[in-house]
């Protein structure tokens, strides 16, 4: 298995897409108070805090607050409501097996999932865009800042919705830090080489 790369990047892939229709669910269950609470809980002494991830997104959105109790209400809105249009998810769940009979599946379809259905489909691991950011990237920080680059979806007003808004890239990056560093190998004629990424 050399370094695990394909089991990291399936793994970090289907992370993303969990927290996609994660995200979808709790938006359209919860109030956004509720949302808020559970997004920027309080910590010691009953104070929030914003992460650094969150401060990307109050800036995306132009809020330069920092401080989480002084958001207006119609913030609070805009910064826990990502409102992800289910017809635009780019982003599929991977496998590291060619199946033809995942090409074109249901989600959501447990009583649980309170009718959060749609149609996706699986691809092979190879073919996500974390293997191409694992064979491109120069180092950790730059990893870090590609994974919050990743785009999978729009909004309901057409902007684009990124891993870094659904706050997930640092795990992402966590998960794949390993996989940064190539695998030394011989060869049967007994040269060392360098084995990394995918095919």
Known sequence: HLTGDIHAVTAANNLLAAQIDARR??????????????????????????????????????????????????????????????????????????????????????????????????DITVASEIMAILALTTGLQDMRERMGRIVVASDTSGNPVTAEDLGVAGALTVLMRDAIRPTLMQTLEGTPVFVHAGP
């Not at 108070?33 to 995306?60: D, I």
């Not at 109790?69 to 826990?80: C, G, I, M, S």
């Open 25 to 122: 669910f709790h938006e359209d269950t919860q109030t956004d108070t509720a949302l808020y609470n559970r997004l920027v809980p309080k910590g010691k002494h009953e104070k929030r805090t914003f992460s650094n991830t969150q401060l990307k997104r109050l800036n995306k959105l132009g809020i330069t607050k920092t401080d989480p109790d002084q958001l207006t209400p119609a913030e609070v809105t805009n910064f826990v409501r990502l409102n992800i249009d289910p017809k635009t998810i780019t982003w599929n769940r991977v496998i590291d097996t060619n199946d033809r009979f995942l090409r074109c599946i249901t989600v959501g379809q447990s009583p649980t999932e309170k009718g959060y259905q749609r149609s996706t489909q699986f």
